[in-house]
């Protein structure tokens, strides 16, 4: 099932939190913080219509978001998250 996002909104998907510290210690999965880093699955028209936010971000754009930002879905036993596009912070590059 394809999603698609109404107005100035984004569908993405949560990247992977890191497993290990940087000295090497294992974390086990309650003691792992919650991402704010995420990968843009679609993006609404509000934002490929206007010419000043369409070259902000695109499809495959990993970003920065906001820590209580959006809507959390699960579709097709994927877990995505539906943000407007001021919660996004930063592309990452």
Do not use: H, N, W, Y
């Not at 971000?57 to 809507?71: H, L």
Request: net charge negative; no cysteine.
């Amino acid at each position: 099932m394809a999603v698609k996002p109404l107005g100035e909104r984004l569908v993405i998907k949560m990247v992977e939190a890191e497993e290990k510290t940087k000295s090497g210690i294992v974390l086990p999965g309650s003691a792992k913080e919650k991402p704010q880093m995420a990968e843009i699955l679609a993006i609404g028209a509000g934002i490929t219509s206007d010419e000043k936010k369409k070259d902000e971000v695109k499809v495959g754009d990993k970003v920065i978001f906001s820590k209580f930002a959006g809507t959390e879905v699960k579709i097709d036993g994927e877990e995505l998250i539906v943000i407007k596009l001021a919660d996004v912070l930063a592309v990452i590059e």
